[in-house]
């Protein structure tokens, strides 16, 4: 999911573990990231114990709490924790912003874009993702898009045409290779927006390309 700048996606259920996740990114890009419950927030939202995993763009970042260096641009975050399912949060970082994602534990699952992520991109048999949003009631979607950077280049928006396949929406697309080269690497996420405008994000991931 998409987050906004400084807004926060917590629920008010009192029987639900929340934990908060805030970035503040300085002109030097380092990013002080603060984790904790929501009932801590009066102090800074500061929490001593490992409540939760951070993964990074796809890679374990550590615990809670912890801090990390973010270059400008999209990241992923994902909020991991053994009393439920994880979130996915997308942010665009840019100097000087402050960044909040927060996750929920306990309630059912937020829809999560699903497809097989390639751990390569092969340029002479590039692979075909097959994306949909995993969830227990399908949602009708009004778009997806498939985001790709070339190692030192700009993320590029690629539509993935959405089609129908036993009541699920989905989309296939063989992963673009124009501009990519042997040796470099490439970054890409996926993006999925819902008819009634609900955006979902897959993890940010940076993989080798191979001839």
Known sequence: MRDELGRGLGGEDADIEDVVVGFGVGEDGKTRAVFGDVADEGDGGAHGEDIAAVYLDGERAGGTPLDLKLT???????????????SVHLIDVAAGGRYFASAQF???ADPLVAFAAPEHI?????????IALAGEMPLPLRSITLYRRA???AFERIPVAVTNAQGRAQGVVVFPTA???AGRKVSYYVSL???DGEEYSSELRTIPVLP
């Open 72 to 86: 400008p641009g999209p990241h992923s975050i994902r909020i991991a924790s053994a009393s439920g399912a994880p």
């Open 106 to 108: 306990g309630r059912p």
């Open 122 to 130: 092969l340029l002479a048999a590039p692979p075909t993702l097959t």
């Open 151 to 153: 190692q030192g280049g």
């Open 179 to 181: 501009g990519l080269a």
């Open 193 to 195: 927006v819902t008819r």
